[in-house]
C-alpha cells in the first residue's frame, strides 16, 4: 500500500482480556517496527522483523507480550491479559532493507478498562 | 549507552521566532541522526536527518546543527509558524544487523507557535 496502515485505530479492551494489533507495512519494506509510547512520553522500542524473524526481542515489556509476523507483510503484536499499564498508543513503521528512515503508521491507541 | 536526551519538554513561541530543540547522545557507535515531526492523532514522520561527517544540514526553515565532539545536535525552526505546532522527536541510529536500524528515540518536545 501507500503507507503503513494500523489496525484498529482505537480499541478499548477490559483489563485482563487479550488483544490483537494489527499492521500492514508498505509493500516491499522488509524490515518492521513496533513501537509504544505512552502519554506525552517518547517511544519504546519493542520489537523489529527483518523478513519473518525477529532477531531483537529485547524491547518487549513482558511475556504477555509477543509479535508475529508472516509472508514478509503483515505483523500482529498480542498482548494476553491486559493490564491498565499496557495503555498506550501502539506504533509500527516499516523501512526498507538498509533504510535509514522509518514510515510510521498512525497508531493503535489501546486503553485497558 | 542507548539513550538520547532531549529537551526541552515543552516549548512556546511567538509566530517568527526561532525555537531551538537540543538533544544529546553517549554511544558513538550512532551515525545516523533524524528529527520527526508528529502531530496529534498522526504518527511520527521523518523532517531532516544528518551524518555526523557534517556540521550542519539545512531543509527549508529547518536546520540541524551536529557537534561531534560535544555529542549533540540540535533542530533550529527559522521564521516558526503555528501549523510548525506538533511534538518533534529527536534519534539516532547505528547499523544493525547488517539489514536495517533501529532508531533510539529522545523523550520528544513539544512546540507551539503562537499566531
Known amino acids: 500500500g501507500a503507507g503503513v496502515s494500523q489496525s484498529p485505530s482505537n480499541k478499548v479492551t477490559e483489563k485482563g482480556k487479550d488483544v490483537e494489533l494489527r499492521c500492514d507495512p508498505i509493500?516491499?519494506?522488509?524490515?518492521l517496527y513496533w513501537y509504544r509510547q505512552s502519554l506525552g512520553q517518547g517511544l519504546e522500542f519493542l520489537i523489529y522483523?527483518?523478513?519473518?524473524?525477529?532477531?531483537?526481542k529485547s524491547g518487549l515489556p513482558s511475556d504477555r507480550f509477543s509479535a508475529e509476523r508472516t509472508g514478509g507483510s503483515v505483523s500482529t503484536l498480542t498482548i494476553q491479559r491486559t493490564q491498565q499499564e499496557d495503555s498506550a498508543v501502539y506504533l509500527c513503521?516499516?523501512?526498507?532493507?538498509?533504510?535509514?528512515?522509518?514510515?510510521f503508521g498512525s497508531g493503535t491507541r489501546l486503553t485497558v478498562v | 549507552q542507548q539513550q538520547v536526551k532531549q529537551s526541552p519538554q515543552s516549548l512556546i513561541v511567538q509566530k517568527g521566532g526561532i525555537p531551538i530543540i537540543n538533544c544529546a547522545y553517549e554511544?558513538?557507535?550512532?551515525?545516523?541522526f533524524p528529527w520527526y515531526q508528529q502531530f496529534p492523532g498522526k504518527g511520527p514522520a521523518l523532517l531532516i536527518a544528518?551524518?555526523?561527517?557534517?556540521s550542519e544540514k539545512k531543509e527549508g526553515r529547518f536546520t540541524i546543527s551536529f557537534n561531534k565532539s560535544a555529542k549533540q545536535f540540535s533542530l533550529h525552526i527559522m521564521d516558526s509558524q503555528p501549523g510548525d505546532s506538533a511534538t518533534y522527536f529527536c534519534?539516532?541510529?547505528?547499523?544493525?544487523?547488517?539489514?536495517?536500524?533501529?532508531?533510539?528515540f529522545g523523550s520528544g518536545t513539544q512546540l507551539t507557535v503562537l499566531p
Open positions: 513503521a516499516s523501512s526498507p532493507a538498509g533504510g535509514r528512515s522509518y514510515t
Open positions: 509493500s516491499g519494506h522488509t524490515a
Open positions: 522483523f527483518q523478513g519473518n524473524s525477529a532477531p531483537d
Open positions: 554511544n558513538t557507535a550512532f551515525d545516523y
Open positions: 544528518i551524518r555526523p561527517d557534517v
Open positions: 534519534a539516532a541510529s547505528s547499523e544493525y544487523s547488517g539489514s536495517a536500524r533501529q532508531l533510539t
